[in-house]
């Protein structure tokens, strides 16, 4: 009996510790089930210092919220491109209205420089050709000069000297014209009666005759007009001389204001486009001397009054594409028909029509060739565009600037080609090739402009 006591004692312990070890094995469970949770850092209040505490985690049917996209990656890609591009349209455009506005308030001035560009481009040849005789550049350029103003002068003085040597026989013959017109409507299946012919002359000098103001109106327009002509014409000379005398130079001068970075490829596109020029002018004044010799050949033949005029009208107009050929065979055909009838407008039209015909498709391809040739769309929307902006000058310079400017911009489109292949080029031994620069052809006729 004296043993039983220490057995329940140590039974009693040994019970402990068999609980204990149970409890540490639930405890140690009940952590495995629960699911580890990040609790972030949580700034506690300095009121609240000893608050401490977990943020629960969301329950499992809670929907998922997505992040909003970034509103540059929300707008579609075409819409992007098209307001990229159109805020970039809209500031070119914007430089071309004001350059536009520009060129308007200066219209005399920026009229009479183009106008010397295609008198040099004319001349410039005959004075390289001179200097290569052996005369000095400025002799050269003063023969050439000197020569070329006479010629023009000459011709000017012969077509005003025609008009008024035969402005009697003319207002004669156009009043036989009228009446033979007035005769053959009255002959003719229209059954125009007397009454209506005479009722569209009365009607005639009573729209001049209440007109009166606005006709001396026009006359002292005319007169200012003229003296812009004068004037036009004297920066017109002065420039033409500096450009044969110092084009180069100038050139050079010019150049100096492009960035250096876009200075290669306008130095290259530049005697490009002068040769462009030169042959086109060279090859419209060929094309409209032909047309003058011919259609006013005709117009002699058929005893046209006044031809040697008509055809140096010819002559000028041609220098305005289509609409210029138009005006001056619609002339010759009017000064027929007033003059010599029905047929003899008849014939003179069928002259001017083959006459043209045969300078669109033979003269002009063979004479002017591929480097200057622009589609006729192209020459109908230029000169109706020249001509609304400034007048009849605009209409003769709009051609030969689209031909420049598509010269130029195929040249800087090949440029940019070549010199991007340079840059793509493979690298040997870790060394890059460098590609020699490609010379850039300066023609003869453009050395000195």
């Known amino acids: 009996m004296s043993r039983l006591p220490g057995w329940l004692a140590g039974m009693g312990a040994s019970l402990t510790r068999i609980g204990e070890h149970l409890e540490e094995r639930r405890t140690e469970a009940a952590k495995d089930d629960v699911p580890d949770v990040v609790v972030p850092d949580v700034v506690v209040p300095d009121a609240m210092p000893s608050a401490a505490g977990s943020v629960p985690p969301p329950p499992s049917y809670a929907p998922a919220i997505a992040a909003r996209p970034d509103p540059v990656a929300a707008i579609p890609w075409g819409i992007r491109v098209a307001a990229e591009a159109g805020w970039r349209l809209l500031v070119l455009a914007g430089t071309l209205w004001v350059l536009i506005r520009v060129i308007s308030a200066v219209q005399l001035v920026v009229l009479a420089f183009v106008a010397a560009l295609l008198v040099t481009a004319l001349l410039q040849p005959t004075v390289a050709r001179l200097k290569r005789l052996g005369l000095p550049r400025g002799l050269a350029t003063a023969v050439t000069a000197i020569a070329g103003f006479v010629v023009m002068g000459l011709v000017g003085w012969f077509v005003v000297w025609q008009v008024m040597d035969n402005l009697d026989d003319l207002s004669d013959r156009v009043r036989d014209g009228i009446e033979e017109l007035k005769r053959w ?50 920066l017109a000379m002065f420039s033409t001389l500096f450009l044969l005398y110092d084009g180069k130079r100038i050139w050079q001068w010019v150049l100096k204001l492009v960035p250096a970075q876009a200075r290669e490829g306008v130095a290259g596109a530049g005697p490009r486009a002068w040769r462009t020029l030169t042959a086109y002018v060279r090859g419209t004044v060929l094309v409209a001397l032909i047309d003058a010799i011919f259609i006013g050949l005709g117009i002699y033949f058929l005893d046209v009054p006044m031809a040697v005029p008509l055809a140096v009208f010819i002559f000028l107009f041609a220098f305005i594409p289509l609409v210029g050929a138009v005006v001056s065979g619609a002339l010759a055909v009017v000064v027929a028909l007033v003059t010599q009838g029905v047929f003899t407008a008849l014939m003179v039209l069928i002259v001017v029509l083959a006459v043209q015909q045969i300078e669109g498709h033979v003269l002009q391809p063979f004479i002017l060739g591929r480097a200057v040739r622009v589609h006729p769309l192209a020459v109908v929307l230029a000169v109706a565009a020249g001509g609304l902006t400034a007048g009849i000058g605009g209409a003769v310079v709009a051609v030969p600037l689209v031909a420049v400017t598509n010269t130029v911009v195929g040249y800087l489109r090949a440029y940019s080609k070549e010199q991007a292949l340079r840059a793509a080029q493979p690298l040997y031994d870790g060394t890059a090739i460098e590609a020699a620069p490609t010379p850039v052809p300066v023609p003869p006729g453009a050395q000195e402009a």
Request: aromatic share 2%.
């Open 185 to 234: 409507l009255l002959d003719s299946p229209f059954h125009v009666t007397e009454q209506q012919i005479n009722d569209i002359a009365k009607n005639l000098s009573d729209t001049i005759g209440t007109n009166t103001e606005e006709i001396t109106s026009a006359g002292l327009q005319g007169v200012t007009v003229m003296v812009e002509l004068l004037t036009g014409m004297l």
